[in-house]
């Protein structure tokens, strides 16, 4: 019987991971079909395209939109809210992810192809900043680009993020656990955050969404079915330095209870976990 379920589980798993990983592509597909479109339109019009990049209409899909800049960070044209902005140089206004990501673009010489970066950006849909994906394409000395958020954090998000705490807990505990604790910044990222356990005691030292549940025993904690969570994770971390576990918790942008897939690794006498979500 366990054996068929943990094959079931296995089942599930597979299938949400192949369901969002169909979402984002689409969502790539479309975000960079938008940008050849665009390419192509500016290719027959040159700059009197701006205009037409830049109103509601034809280069604008849901939340993806086109934007253009120039090799001095002046923003041409816009179809999202950053068209408030436009004939202002952005390149100072952005967040350092970001500004990465724009040297980056300019490095790319001409004629080499739509490109692909990752920053931050605040959706117009909710209000929120959100992890964002661009593709790109530099012609003479400006830059087209069309991005698209990412709905669900990946796999890869969440280890990363793992893997930073980690790293920054062993160098300086006080301070990232007060990071952590301080429910903002570079340990919560949409829906993926950090928690952390002493294994010493047994209890929450800090946790990335929710402080209540700081100090309290981590070994009692159970899923909203009932199921024990806290007591098998302590168990896999006295065996191992590094496992994974998969139970259901609430999202805490979703605000639903979905199935979370969580990273876990020691540092020191701490376990330090990170987990994804799929619905």
């Excluded at 938008?34 to 395209?49: S, V």
Aim: with cysteine; glycine share 8%.
């Amino acid at each position: 019987m366990k054996g068929l379920l943990r094959i079931t589980w296995l089942l599930l798993l597979c299938f949400s991971q192949v369901h969002a990983a169909t979402t984002q592509d689409a969502d790539a597909q479309a975000a960079k079909a938008l940008l050849e479109k665009a390419l192509a339109y500016y290719q027959r019009n040159g700059d009197k395209a701006f205009a037409a990049f830049s109103r509601q209409g034809e280069f604008i899909d849901h939340d993806r939109y086109v934007f253009v800049v120039d090799t001095h960070g002046i923003l041409l044209a816009s179809g999202g809210p950053s068209s408030a902005l436009i004939g202002r140089d952005v390149s100072e206004q952005l967040g350092p992810d970001l500004q990465a990501s724009f040297k980056q673009a300019l490095a790319v010489p001409e004629g080499q192809g739509i490109q692909q970066a990752d920053y931050r950006w605040q959706n117009w849909n909710d209000g929120k900043v959100e992890h964002k994906h661009v593709f790109y394409q530099r012609v003479g000395e400006r830059i087209l680009a069309v991005g698209y958020y990412l709905p669900r954090a990946t796999p890869e998000h969440a280890r990363g993020l793992r893997d930073k705490a980690v790293k920054a807990l062993l160098m300086d505990e006080a301070g990232t656990l007060k990071a952590i604790n301080s429910l903002q910044g570079d340990f919560l990222q949409d829906d993926l955050y950090v928690f952390v356990v002493d294994l010493n005691t047994g209890r929450y030292v800090a946790h990335g969404t929710d402080l209540r549940l700081v100090n309290t025993d981590f070994g009692k904690i159970k899923d909203p079915d009932g199921r024990p969570v806290g007591q098998p994770i302590l168990k896999l971390m006295t065996e191992q330095d590094q496992s994974e576990y998969q139970y259901r918790w609430k999202n805490p942008v979703t605000g639903k209870v979905e199935n979370k897939h969580t990273y876990l690794r020691k540092a020191g006498h701490f376990l330090v976990a990170v987990g994804y979500y799929s619905p």
